[in-house]
C-alpha cells in the first residue's frame, strides 16, 4: 500500500517528523474547552435525533449551548491580548 499525500508546500506545509508543532499543540490546548462543549453539544443531538424531547432533554440541550457560548467567550478572552504587554 502507498501512501498518498500532497508533497508540495502551498499546498500542505511538510513536516519532517509529521508530528504537529509546539505552536499547534498550545492552539489546541487553548481551545479544549470549545472541543469539549462542541462534542457535548453534539452528543445531545445525537440522543435526540430518535426521540421526541422532554422537558429534561430541552433543558439538556440548553445547558449544553450555553456552556458552548461561555467556552467561547472564555477562549476569546484568552486570545485577547492587551496593548503595551500589560495584563
Not at 59 to 87: E, I, K, T
Amino acid at each position: 500500500m502507498e501512501l498518498i499525500a500532497a508533497r508540495q508546500d502551498r499546498v500542505t506545509p511538510w513536516s519532517d517528523g509529521q508530528e504537529p508543532s509546539d505552536a499547534e499543540l498550545d492552539a489546541i490546548e487553548v481551545e479544549m474547552p470549545v472541543i469539549c462543549a462542541e462534542v457535548e453539544l453534539l452528543d445531545v443531538w445525537i440522543a435526540l435525533m430518535d426521540r421526541a424531547p422532554n422537558e429534561l432533554d430541552a433543558r439538556r440541550f440548553r445547558r449544553a449551548v450555553h456552556r458552548l457560548f461561555d467556552a467561547h467567550r472564555m477562549v476569546a478572552a484568552a486570545s485577547v491580548q492587551v496593548p503595551g504587554g500589560a495584563a
